[in-house]
């Protein structure tokens, strides 16, 4: 597999979760209330896959050949893209914060729960959408076949340098999938 299309699988697998804390919001808009362990295995799949193996492989990764290979050219794209990645793990750390308050019904806690659930759907959404359908398909007509086989080849020692505890999308297949099962015990 190419480097490029684990990137867009590792989309999908987001996109569940991001499905799953969309519909988690609209419940609590209509007051209801998730489980804590919901938000607390959310926040550990949007951190530790998303932000730290995800987006670790796009920033630093992709996006370093990327500015050694064009020079510049695309440094305004990759900028963007490194923001979205910030404000989403602002969001995360944001929802972490008011867990506590969450648990106690503090409405203050809910609200902001909700209004960095929002950001952060609405964020990574268009940010894959973007990736996927745009920036995605004019690095893959960019890169030769020889830096194309070394991207992957680094993918894949970031994944075994990730995966102590197994492999990492593997692993976080299961963390979505509980997920998911949280959400329908509500």
């Not at 896959?49 to 050949?65: P, T």
């Not at 070394?150 to 505890?165: G, I, M, P, Y």
Request: glycine share 4%; proline share 1%; charged share 30%.
């Amino acid at each position: 597999m190419n480097a490029i299309q684990t990137l867009k699988d590792e989309h999908q697998l987001i996109l569940k979760v991001l499905h799953l804390l969309s519909r988690s919001r609209k419940e609590l808009e209509k007051g209801g209330m998730m489980s804590t362990l919901f938000f607390e295995k959310a926040i550990l799949f949007c951190s530790e896959f998303a932000d730290r193996f995800h987006h670790f492989k796009e920033e630093f990764l992709l996006f370093g050949l990327l500015a050694h290979k064009k020079e510049g050219k695309l440094d305004s794209a990759m900028g963007a893209l490194r923001y979205q990645h910030e404000r989403c793990t602002q969001s995360v750390m944001a929802i972490r914060q008011v867990l506590e308050g969450y648990e106690n019904r503090d409405e203050i806690s809910i609200t902001l729960i909700l209004e960095n659930i929002a950001i952060y759907v609405s964020l990574l959404s268009r940010h894959i959408y973007q990736e996927d359908h745009i920036f995605f398909p004019m690095v893959e007509k960019s890169l030769s076949p020889d830096e194309s086989r070394a991207l992957n080849e680094q993918f894949e020692k970031e994944e075994l340098r990730s995966s102590k505890k197994g492999a990492v999308f593997q692993r976080n297949l299961m963390l979505a999938d509980e997920l998911s099962q949280l959400f329908h015990l509500r």
